[in-house]
């Protein structure tokens, strides 16, 4: 964790809505903790992708770790940054299963500020190119998101979801032509393609198993 070990593992904080409907800051503990002995913290990116072994053995873990840590990490600040990280990184059964990526492609400012850069159209190439099927973050009404949408996603006049495999119709709203048969059919698109890249360079990489848990 580096520099975030101060930062982030000694202070306390308690946070209301965990307990009242209505959203507020947090609260600051004025007495620090020491950090843990029984295991060690890890940090990353809010957003994951779970497998579902993992999942069901943060909810029913079959030893006390993934319970431990949620009451940790219950007075934790940024949890969503920690508690994923530091459960798998502390489990000899899935430290050695991680990605060290979080599949977004994002841009700071120089230096960097709280948050991201708000992306828009000339981040449009960079951001294909990336190879990542995710971005953030952008402004509402960006013209961008539209591009997104119409070269991307192929919507069209509204259309709320993308058509699926399934679907060779042209109506925006509808599959008019929907053949029973073709239920659950994918056919893998440009992106599909796009991800696959990335993730064969992400494990094929050199120094995959060293960038895993560090």
């Known amino acids: 964790m580096g520099w975030k070990l101060n930062k982030r593992g000694k202070p306390i904080i308690i946070d209301p809505g965990l307990h009242t409907l209505n959203k507020s800051e947090i609260w600051w503990v004025i007495k620090q903790r020491s950090l843990p002995t029984a295991f060690k913290?890890?940090?990353?990116s809010a957003w994951t992708i779970l497998s579902r072994s993992f999942?069901?053995?943060?909810?029913?873990?079959?030893?006390?770790?993934p319970r431990t840590l949620l009451l940790y990490y219950t007075n934790f600040v940024s949890s969503p940054e920690g508690y994923f990280q530091t459960v798998i990184c502390n489990s000899e059964e899935y430290k050695n299963t991680t990605v060290n990526h979080d599949l977004?492609?994002?841009?700071?400012?120089?230096?960097?500020?709280?948050?991201?850069?708000?992306?828009?159209p000339k981040d449009y190439?960079?951001?294909?190119?990336?190879?990542?099927?995710?971005?953030?973050?952008?402004?509402?009404?960006?013209?961008?998101?539209?591009?997104?949408?119409?070269?991307?996603?192929?919507?069209?006049?509204?259309?709320?979801?993308?058509?699926?495999?399934?679907?060779?119709?042209?109506d925006a709203r509808g599959c008019l032509n929907l053949q029973v048969e073709k239920y659950g059919v994918l056919k893998p698109g440009t992106g599909a393609r796009r991800l696959r890249t990335l993730l064969k360079k992400l494990i094929s990489a050199p120094h995959f198993a060293k960038r895993q848990c560090r």
Not at 104 to 120: A, E, M, N, V
Not at 142 to 147: G, Q
């Open 104 to 120: 977004h492609y994002i841009t700071w400012d120089i230096p960097p500020k709280q948050h991201p850069r708000s992306l828009g």
């Open 55 to 65: 999942a069901e053995y943060c909810i029913i873990g079959w030893e006390n770790l």
């Open 125 to 170: 190439r960079r951001m294909v190119l990336s190879n990542r099927p995710f971005a953030r973050k952008f402004k509402n009404n960006n013209p961008v998101l539209n591009k997104i949408d119409r070269d991307l996603l192929k919507r069209r006049n509204g259309q709320y979801f993308s058509a699926g495999g399934w679907c060779s119709n042209d």
């Open 41 to 44: 913290l890890y940090t990353g």
